[in-house]
């Protein structure tokens, strides 16, 4: 309850804040914000694409989280969604079967992919104590330049070489019945794939042996490690969950939100994950909650400066605002620690004396 509402005051100091840097602009903060907020949710279709656009945010976000709990730091997400995408759009292009097959093959094949490229920095930081700071960033970069090579070697689009042919309607995540329910939104079935791993790594974390041995891997290593616990095993095996989410966070967003990849693009999404991890303070429920609201974000942002002059840059200032109180939450839990010490002493006093009621 105590970390929601450090969330909860983060996000409210963020607003506070963009709405200041309007009024130095000279523009109305609460017509942006209205305009920001009817960008977003006006109608069911806005409502869609906003669900559609928080989507790949569960999946980064939930990776992030579940690395922090074994006491890393997955800065990979990026290059692990670039191969997860890969991988499925490499399968989608390349074999005919009949769409369930093929569906859960891609996604298969995302999952895979990403756990793949996080093994390495997983494998670095159990044997060699190499940080996954530096490995995950230099992995990003190898991812990069493999998607910008492999794509028009092999899957060349039609008319341009900086993008894959587009991927038929079966190899897609898109549904028609989501597609009329939110009249012509880009919402997907990577969204129940994204509740899905939402409700499984909580399970994990929550309630299996393996979580516990993850969670004190994180706490203290080397107290994990005198408790009889295989470290290094959980430290590569972290990584792999957490690659392997990134990776579908990949399929999400090459097969569901677009049905290309492009060449030249590190998806922000991998880096935008950390951010959804720290607001949700790495709690898998809270990585949904926290993903739908930077979704909102980014879809309201184009409304609010199509209405006002307010410039779009400002929806990534708030992120970025909100990020930093997120990230000196301590700082808020202790002010809130405070005031519920004062207001519980402030009550202590007020109650009458045992033993002096009234006559």
Not at 86 to 111: E, K, Q
Not at 206 to 217: D, H, I, N, Q, S
Request: include cysteine.
């Amino acid at each position: 309850m105590r970390n929601t509402i450090v969330s909860l005051i983060a996000i409210a100091l963020g607003l506070v804040a963009g709405g200041i840097l309007m009024l130095f602009i000279g523009a109305n903060p609460f017509e942006g914000y209205a305009y920001l907020f009817q960008g977003a949710l006006k109608n069911i279709q806005r409502i869609g694409d906003t669900l559609a656009t928080a989507t790949p945010l569960i999946f980064t976000g939930l990776s992030v989280a579940f690395a922090f709990k074994t006491g890393l730091f997955n800065i990979g997400a990026a290059g692990q969604m670039l191969i997860g995408g890969l991988c499925a759009t490499a399968v989608g292009l390349t074999f005919d079967f009949s769409r369930p097959v093929l569906l859960l093959l891609m996604i298969f094949a995302g999952l895979i992919g990403g756990a793949l490229w996080a093994f390495i920095p997983g494998l670095l930081k159990a044997k060699f104590n190499v940080h996954e700071v530096v490995s995950t960033i230099m992995m990003n970069w190898v991812a990069y330049w493999t998607v910008y090579y492999t794509v028009p070697g092999y899957f060349k689009g039609e008319f341009l070489e900086t993008e894959s042919r587009k991927l038929p309607d079966a190899a897609t995540l898109k549904a028609p019945f989501l597609t009329e329910m939110f009249q012509g939104s880009y919402i997907n079935l990577g969204l129940f794939l994204g509740v899905l791993a939402v409700i499984i790594i909580w399970f994990i974390i929550e309630k299996t042996t393996l979580g516990f041995e993850l969670k004190a891997v994180g706490f203290n290593r080397f107290a994990a490690e005198y408790a009889g616990m295989k470290v290094n095993r959980n430290i590569i095996l972290s990584m792999l969950i957490a690659g392997g989410l990134a990776g579908l966070g990949g399929v999400a967003m090459y097969t569901g939100n677009a049905s290309s990849m492009q060449i030249g693009i590190l998806p922000a999404q991998g880096y935008d994950g950390i951010a959804v991890s720290l607001l949700a303070n790495n709690h898998p429920i809270g990585v949904f909650f926290a993903a739908v609201f930077f979704g909102l974000l980014y879809s309201g942002t184009g409304f609010m400066n199509a209405m006002t002059e307010i410039p779009p840059e400002l929806a990534n200032t708030i992120i970025a605002i909100i990020i930093y109180f997120a990230a000196t939450s301590i700082l808020i839990e202790r002010l809130v620690n405070k005031f519920m010490k004062n207001k519980n002493n402030k009550k202590a006093m007020d109650a009458p004396a045992p033993g002096k009621g009234e006559l």
